[in-house]
């Protein structure tokens, strides 16, 4: 039995993989963003082991939350699946002056990957919209570009991505992959989209709880159990670097190597 955190599982393919991973025996600590989500996914969820509440659209809140995690843990597996959508017409600035998009997707990852207690795997979910994403180092949140909310959203799927490597290299004693789970029929993928709710679930569960040797190498990027190329940036150590340093900056911590 493994222990297993994993954010935003209040619905779609967070709560599909909660779903999954205690229907297997294991041991899942849950996120809800507020009380009101928490209760329904404590109704919906009733075996998890806990249910933990933080907005990740706020550094305090983000902070809380590591806090938090550290008291539910130790946790074999950190799954980091929680994410906005980039179908926003206009630019969301949070309480700490970031755009919303990125401190959720982010910015948010990071900060609890930097205060909790490292784990055995880590997971962080991105999209297939990675490979269109483009890191302006220069306005990484489009505070001066004019606003495209679709491309804002694949810009921090390509840094989810860039983080999992980032983090696979400077922490060689972890497992830690990316994960493109498909397009897959949730609110935020929406009706028509190709792939069934558990096949979003499926890799992250398989890489959060497996034996299979496959599950246990790192710095991948895979999509149905597949180990495929990423948008070439993410290899960019100069990029993984940089990108490092400007989260570390934004949030005061720094991502210490082993």
Same mark, same amino acid.
């Given at each position: *039995?493994?222990?297993?955190?994993? @954010?935003?599982?209040?619905?779609?393919?967070?709560?599909?993989?909660?779903?999954?991973?205690?229907?297997?025996?294991?041991?899942?600590?849950?996120?809800?963003?507020?009380?009101?989500?928490?209760?329904?996914?404590?109704?919906?969820?009733?075996?998890?082991?806990?249910?933990?509440?933080?907005?990740?659209?706020?550094? /305090?809140?983000?902070?809380?939350?590591?806090?938090? *995690?550290?008291?539910?843990?130790?946790?074999?597996?950190?799954?980091?699946?929680?994410?906005?959508?980039?179908?926003?017409?206009?630019?969301?600035?949070?309480?700490?002056? =970031?755009?919303?998009?990125?401190?959720?997707?982010?910015?948010?990852?990071?900060?609890?990957?930097?205060?909790?207690?490292?784990?055995?795997?880590?997971?962080?979910? @991105?999209?297939?919209?990675?490979?269109?994403?483009? &890191?302006?180092?220069?306005?990484?949140?489009?505070?001066?570009?004019?606003?495209?909310? *679709?491309?804002?959203?694949?810009?921090? /799927?390509?840094?989810?991505?860039?983080?999992?490597?980032?983090?696979?290299?400077?922490?060689?004693?972890?497992?830690?992959?990316?994960?493109?789970?498909?397009?897959?029929?949730?609110? *935020?993928?929406?009706?028509?989209?190709?792939?069934?709710?558990?096949?979003?679930?499926?890799?992250?569960?398989?890489?959060?709880?497996?034996?299979?040797?496959?599950? &246990?190498? @790192?710095?991948?990027?895979?999509?149905?159990?597949?180990? =495929? /190329?990423?948008?070439?940036?993410?290899?960019?150590?100069?990029?993984?670097?940089?990108?490092? @340093?400007?989260?570390?900056?934004?949030?005061?911590?720094?991502?210490?190597?082993?």
């Amino acid at each position: *039995m493994s222990s297993i955190f994993i @954010t935003g599982s209040a619905q779609g393919i967070g709560h599909e993989t909660a779903r999954t991973l205690i229907g297997a025996g294991h041991r899942v600590v849950a996120h809800a963003r507020d009380e009101e989500r928490a209760t329904a996914l404590r109704a919906s969820l009733p075996d998890a082991a806990a249910v933990l509440t933080g907005d990740l659209a706020s550094l /305090k809140s983000t902070r809380a939350l590591a806090a938090a *995690m550290a008291e539910a843990g130790p946790f074999d597996t950190v799954i980091h699946n929680a994410g906005l959508g980039g179908d926003v017409p206009e630019r969301v600035v949070t309480a700490d002056g =970031l755009g919303q998009i990125f401190q959720v997707n982010v910015v948010a990852p990071y900060l609890l990957t930097a205060l909790s207690p490292r784990p055995a795997r880590l997971v962080y979910l @991105t999209s297939g919209l990675e490979s269109e994403g483009r &890191l302006d180092f220069d306005d990484l949140t489009f505070e001066k570009r004019p606003w495209d909310g *679709m491309q804002a959203y694949s810009d921090s /799927k390509l840094m989810d991505v860039v983080l999992a490597f980032a983090v696979a290299r400077m922490w060689p004693d972890t497992v830690v992959n990316a994960v493109d789970p498909g397009w897959v029929r949730t609110r *935020m993928g929406g009706p028509n989209a190709t792939d069934a709710l558990p096949d979003g679930a499926d890799t992250p569960a398989w890489l959060a709880s497996s034996d299979d040797p496959e599950a &246990l190498l @790192t710095g991948r990027y895979l999509k149905h159990r597949v180990s =495929l /190329k990423a948008n070439p940036a993410a290899y960019d150590r100069a990029v993984q670097d940089r990108l490092l @340093t400007v989260l570390a900056d934004i949030t005061g911590e720094t991502l210490k190597a082993s």
